[in-house]
């Protein structure tokens, strides 16, 4: 399962996300509009997710999460189909904003995190780790390749090819590998030997409902703690790209500031999920936000080439821990059962800062000429972020593992 679910993340968020920082640029002399307007199309996709998530939590939960995922990955590639034909900035809003974001949420992390929140409870941070290693490690690898083909071949091209690729390499892992849960072949989390060794199974199973979940203080608590997080990922992330050719940088140069930081990001996730394991998972947490911290402090003071590397790498070893993150404390808190549906539940609270980042961004960015207000912004956000976790308690599950 672990294999199953880093390659599908791998190749959804890979062409569903990290992509779009490269074609920002060519998206907006194409459709002859400024970077605000296209970086919208990202923010549809934050929208259609928090709408969606609620959804698609208690779709996992009461239904077949092998025909939910092939549907994402059908509409994957019929939005990128429809954008490689976009003539004006509604087109890309609905191929993109909408149809690929629809796919994106049936496919991407939701469910793959479903899957493994059934299968693992002990090892469940080691398990996301390297399940989501194949979230970031897209970036590293899909950001130069297609910053290459862009450059080759233009960017229309470019997104026919991933409405082929995506359904040619998801369809049959979904159909002939995905197992929702262990005990549909007979097992138990963990390869539990007993169903009296599993440690979730004093937890109350009672159903989750939107209500109860938003009454629930401690929601709020990781709504606030890994909000900002998410915020500085798509403004950071997505808009890297762009600064870096703004001070002077080739576009390859510019690439591989994206891929160093997306490759120390992919590192991140097992590093991180495997400490979360043996270690408290709020200190775990609180490391990475001071990391996060540390690297944006880094991209506003430097200007070279070399700078932005270092600044890209300590970055990226903060927000590559923030998914797995988010999964374990969840995972931990409400247990495996309610898991689907609180996270689920929880998308629609995360997206004011989903929403804001990369407009954010962009708005100030066509505002002051610069990329580095809104940097500097996200710096107290982060500060909001450690004071919410100071509050959040998170119940001792390491003590089995050491």
Not at 93 to 114: D, E
Not at 210 to 231: H, N, Q
Request: aromatic residues 10%; positive net charge.
């Amino acid at each position: 399962m672990v294999g199953v679910t880093f390659v599908i993340q791998f190749f959804t968020m890979g062409t569903g996300f990290y992509v779009f920082g490269v074609l920002l640029k060519p998206l907006t002399e194409s459709l002859n509009a400024d970077r605000f307007l296209v970086s919208l199309a990202l923010s549809c996709q934050t929208i259609v997710a928090a709408l969606l998530g609620p959804i698609v939590g208690v779709a996992i939960s009461k239904y077949s999460i092998r025909l939910l995922m092939c549907t994402g990955s059908l509409l994957m590639s019929l939005g990128f189909f429809a954008l490689s034909h976009a003539q004006e900035l509604w087109h890309l809003y609905v191929a993109f904003g909408v149809i690929v974001s629809a796919g994106v949420a049936m496919t991407g992390p939701l469910p793959n995190n479903a899957l493994l929140a059934n299968w693992f409870i002990r090892r469940r941070g080691t398990a996301m780790g390297i399940s989501q290693f194949g979230v970031t490690i897209s970036g590293t690898i899909l950001v130069p390749a297609t910053t290459w083909l862009v450059l080759e071949f233009g960017w229309r091209a470019t997104v026919q090819l991933m409405a082929v690729t995506v359904p040619l390499i998801l369809l049959p892992i979904i159909l002939f590998l995905v197992i929702k849960t262990p005990e549909e072949r007979g097992l138990l989390p963990d390869g539990a030997p007993s169903a009296n060794a599993d440690p979730e199974s004093g937890v109350s199973k009672e159903q989750w409902t939107m209500g109860r979940a938003t009454r629930d203080r401690r929601v709020w608590l990781l709504t606030l703690i890994i909000g900002p997080s998410f915020m500085s990922i798509t403004a950071i992330l997505l808009s890297i790209h762009s600064h870096a050719t703004d001070l002077g940088l080739t576009a390859m140069q510019a690439s591989s500031v994206v891929a160093a930081m997306t490759f120390t990001g992919a590192i991140a996730k097992p590093l991180f999920g495997t400490m979360a394991d043996y270690y408290n998972k709020r200190l775990v947490t609180a490391i990475s936000l001071l990391l996060q911290i540390a690297g944006v402090t880094c991209i506003i003071l430097t200007q070279d080439y070399l700078g932005l590397i270092l600044a890209g790498v300590v970055f990226g070893l903060g927000f590559g821990a923030v998914m797995p993150l988010w999964s374990i404390l969840l995972g931990a808190i409400f247990g495996r059962h309610a898991f689907a549906r609180i996270m689920g539940f929880m998308t629609p609270l995360i997206l004011p800062f989903t929403l804001l980042g990369f407009p954010f961004a962009t708005f100030v960015f066509e505002q002051t000429g610069s990329y580095l207000p809104a940097y500097t912004a996200l710096i107290g956000a982060f500060i909001v972020a450690g004071i919410a976790l100071l509050f959040l308690k998170v119940p001792d599950s390491t003590a089995g593992n050491r």
